[in-house]
């Protein structure tokens, strides 16, 4: 593998796998074009070198063949006016139509090829599929980290088709993996982990994971009520997952065993609805009245959570700590948000990944405090639990 830095790409053909899958709205406009800026340094890169950018790339989830509203042809205004000139686009990610456009392509060219998950091959990593988009160039970019936990024919298989020295990691896909390696592998003491969100069921890999590196694991979200269940408190009607009662008491039990500190929350903001018109309370965790749910840990619970973030040198921040979207509880993950943006002007090294995170930092403009923003959401929380993903282990083996 190369690295993109010391590659001179003059005269060549270069297909770079991109993450743009962006929303759009009815009139099949761009409405968040995060994904498309994060795949700029790459493809200034190229041109910069006088080299031939061929871009591709999913956009949601199409069935059974093309549809208006997962065409990439949505995306050609928005990537002209980033990369200030002409954009081609070809209405086929293979074939010989689409490939004779490459071919033609001169120094400086961008071509962006129509959806790829158009065909099934795409999804199911077949070769043949691979192969025809290997033809289109000369080295093979992966710049896309959302999908690298997927075996797919243009983030995996198709890196078969390319010699060692012609396939590499763009700069994001760099910039991820060197975070995430930063939390991992070379973690600053205090390390503390922060786990939100709906479902515990999400997060036991990543979470038993952290019980070999982290000091501390605070919890929070839906899933803090499957503890309190579990150790026999009363939850009301919150979230609970009655199949991991015995999985999250022996999670507890593994974490006393290594000397890692679990930080459940004392209390929540309690509401008889989910709703942001319900009535509110505020209730100890383990006696929740019935009728009524915990949607927002509660304020004893936030300022034990900031004493212990304040004085960590790493922080790994995935999942909110309440039901954030409506402002009535809000306050939970807000506040956490700010004080990890407090810690990392501190000195500390903060990552936050995984969607809802991700959009939680966002809605506070914060995302500029964090040390780090994630884009790959389960292609981040694999990479935590361990797991050797094939959009990698395809251009390093
Ligand atoms: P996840 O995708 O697992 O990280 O979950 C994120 C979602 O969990 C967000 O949409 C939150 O609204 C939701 N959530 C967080 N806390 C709670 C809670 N206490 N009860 C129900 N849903 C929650």
Redesign the pocket.
């Known amino acids: 593998m190369s690295k993109i830095d010391s590659v001179d790409f003059k005269n060549k053909h270069v297909i770079v796998r991109v993450d743009f899958n962006v929303p759009l709205n009815e009139k099949f406009e761009v409405t968040d074009d995060t994904r498309i800026k994060a795949a700029l340094p790459t493809i200034k890169k190229i041109l910069h070198d006088r080299g031939k950018v061929i871009l591709m790339s999913h956009l949601g989830r199409p069935k059974n063949g093309p549809e208006e509203k997962f065409s990439l042809k949505h995306l050609v205004p928005n990537l002209s006016r980033y990369l200030n000139r002409d954009i081609k686009f070809s209405n086929d990610c293979i074939g010989q139509d689409a490939l004779k456009v490459s071919q033609q392509l001169q120094p400086e060219e961008v071509l962006l090829l129509e959806n790829l998950r158009f065909y099934s091959e795409e999804t199911k990593g077949d070769t043949t599929f691979a192969e025809k988009l290997s033809q289109h160039a000369d080295v093979y970019i992966n710049d896309a980290f959302g999908t690298a936990h997927r075996a797919h024919a243009s983030t995996a298989i198709i890196a078969d088709f390319f010699d060692a020295k012609n396939k590499m990691f763009g700069f994001l896909m760099e910039k991820e993996i060197e975070n995430a390696n930063k939390v991992l592998k070379e973690s600053q003491k205090p390390f503390t982990a922060i786990m939100?969100?709906?479902?515990i069921s999400?997060?036991i890999l990543i979470i038993e994971k952290l019980l070999d590196i982290a000091d501390n694991i605070i919890i929070?979200?839906?899933?803090?009520?499957t503890f309190f269940k579990a150790q026999g408190g009363k939850v009301g009607n919150?979230?609970v997952e009655e199949d991991k009662l015995d999985l999250v008491l022996s999670l507890l039990d593994k974490a006393k065993q290594k000397g890692v500190k679990i930080l459940l929350p004392e209390d929540?903001v309690i509401a008889d609805s989910?709703s942001n018109e319900a009535n509110t309370d505020a209730a100890t965790n383990n006696n929740i009245p019935d009728g009524w749910?915990?949607?927002?840990i509660g304020p004893k619970a936030i300022e034990s959570y900031k004493e212990t973030i304040r004085t960590s040198q790493t922080i790994l921040w995935?999942?909110?700590?309440?039901?954030?979207?409506?402002e009535k509880?809000s306050k939970g993950t807000e506040t956490i948000a700010k004080t990890v943006a407090e810690a990392t002007r501190n000195g500390a090294f903060s990552l936050v990944g995984?969607?809802?995170?991700v959009a939680a930092i966002n809605k506070f403009s914060l995302t500029n405090e964090v040390s780090y923003v994630s884009t790959g959401g389960g292609a981040m929380l694999e990479y935590f639990e361990g797991k050797q993903l094939p959009g990698i282990a395809a251009i390093i083996h």
């Open positions: 939100g969100g709906a479902k999400d997060k929070g979200g839906g899933m803090s009520y919150s979230l929540s989910f749910m915990g949607l927002d995935n999942g909110p700590m309440g039901v954030f979207e409506m509880f995984g969607g809802d995170s």
